[in-house]
């Protein structure tokens, strides 16, 4: 009953709590319709919430969150002094199509967060049936070895964790 009633509790509290803390007021009409509205209001968003995914495999997972810290460092440097070195040839900066095994949408979820993240990518479109993510990368020399990269390192431990 009280989960058909309050599906998310903490977003009821936060409801609450913050239509109080807009409001300025704490008077009984405005307690009430903070209540009703922390009641109703994730009622009405169920249907709007994703379906949990499932997640395997916590050292691939924390492995991966290293893994990205340091690509977006690495990155970070890297398109800092393409920018701010005038006598380097200018980046070349290009669309890369890089072919997906991923299917599950809270991997591909998870993929368009890091490559979000990264400086220097960009994801610019994913294919209507997943098989392909369009991506814009700063400054590339060998496209090959970028997609065989990028699968490697983000990828294939995402399609391990979720799928």
Same mark, same amino acid.
Do not use: N, Y
């Given at each position: 009953?009280?989960?058909?009633?309050?599906?998310? !509790?903490?977003?009821?509290?936060? @409801?609450?709590?913050?239509?109080?803390?807009?409001? #300025?007021?704490?008077?009984?009409?405005?307690? +009430?319709?903070?209540?009703?509205?922390? &009641? &109703?209001?994730?009622?009405?968003?169920? !249907?709007?919430?994703?379906?949990?995914?499932?997640? #395997? =495999?916590?050292? +691939?997972?924390? %492995?991966?969150?290293? %893994?990205?810290?340091? $690509?977006?460092?690495?990155?970070?440097?890297?398109?800092?002094?393409? &920018?701010?070195?005038?006598?380097?040839?200018?980046? #070349?900066?290009?669309?890369? +199509?890089? !072919?997906?095994?991923? *299917?599950?949408? =809270?991997?591909?979820?998870?993929?368009?967060? @890091?490559?979000?993240?990264?400086?220097?990518?960009?994801?610019? $479109?994913?294919?209507?049936? *997943?098989?392909?993510?369009?991506?814009?990368?700063?400054?590339?020399?060998?496209?090959?070895?970028?997609?065989?990269?990028?699968?490697? *390192?983000?990828?294939?431990?995402?399609? $391990?964790?979720?799928?």
């Amino acid at each position: 009953m009280r989960k058909k009633l309050l599906p998310s !509790p903490g977003l009821s509290f936060g @409801i609450f709590c913050g239509w109080l803390l807009l409001a #300025r007021s704490q008077s009984a009409g405005h307690i +009430v319709l903070a209540a009703l509205l922390a &009641v &109703v209001m994730p009622l009405l968003m169920s !249907p709007l919430r994703p379906t949990p995914g499932s997640m #395997r =495999h916590l050292g +691939v997972l924390v %492995r991966l969150i290293l %893994r990205v810290g340091g $690509e977006v460092v690495r990155s970070a440097i890297d398109v800092g002094q393409g &920018v701010l070195q005038s006598r380097r040839p200018p980046p #070349r900066g290009r669309f890369v +199509v890089i !072919p997906l095994e991923l *299917r599950d949408e =809270h991997a591909l979820a998870a993929l368009a967060m @890091i490559s979000a993240v990264i400086p220097g990518t960009v994801w610019s $479109e994913l294919a209507p049936d *997943r098989s392909a993510l369009l991506m814009h990368v700063f400054d590339l020399d060998d496209e090959v070895e970028f997609v065989r990269t990028f699968k490697a *390192r983000f990828e294939h431990p995402l399609k $391990e964790i979720f799928e």
